[in-house]
């Protein structure tokens, strides 16, 4: 069993933001309960401790602690101290916009870089086996240059100082009727 009945007391709003970030966290491949550990971090108002999240999420403290692991290596939270504890205290960033950085960049290292990798493999591969239809072929250079596209993308995208990129994306769809017109699929 990992998970305890003993649960403190959220503010509604809290907790509906703490278990709606753990069902998208879900969505997206992550563990619900690092998900909603980070969203009570993130939205704790001072550091908390691996049992006081326990205790608040009712989550076994063997959870807590692989769960903090997690979040640790997607630097999405970090250890605080404090004067006279000797526990480890833990604070998730709160710039909404570092948080999605960082997990942009963590995607990138564990899905894109991979992908890009074994496709250009794959593509290699493929021009060498007179047994790989042109299709098959066609496909994977396609799959390829869309997959180095986004990585590319995303290099860019580093290096737009924030206030213009929120601009850019305030734009949105304004910014497509300056691109040349084409076909539209």
Not at 64 to 87: A, F, H, K, T, Y
Not at 172 to 180: A, T
């Amino acid at each position: 069993m990992t998970e305890t009945t003993d649960k403190k007391k959220l503010p509604s709003a809290v907790e509906r933001f703490v278990l709606h970030w753990g069902d998208m966290g879900d969505e997206w491949g992550v563990n619900r309960s690092v998900s909603q550990i980070h969203g009570l971090l993130y939205l704790s108002e001072a550091p908390m401790t691996a049992d006081d999240i326990a205790d608040t999420l009712g989550m076994a403290r063997s959870n807590v602690s692989n769960s903090i692991r997690e979040l640790l290596s997607w630097n999405l939270i970090r250890r605080v101290p404090i004067m006279g504890d000797r526990r480890d205290h833990y604070e998730a960033e709160t710039d909404i916009w570092e948080v999605a950085a960082r997990i942009a960049a963590g995607r990138k290292v564990r899905e894109i870089d991979p992908a890009v990798e074994a496709l250009r493999a794959c593509v290699i591969d493929a021009a060498d086996d007179p047994t790989i239809s042109s299709v098959a072929s066609k496909r994977l250079k396609e799959m390829l240059a869309f997959t180095e596209l986004v990585d590319r993308w995303y290099a860019q995208m580093l290096t737009v100082p924030r206030p213009r990129l929120v601009a850019l994306m305030r734009l949105g769809e304004k910014i497509v009727s300056f691109l040349p017109a084409g076909k539209s699929k």
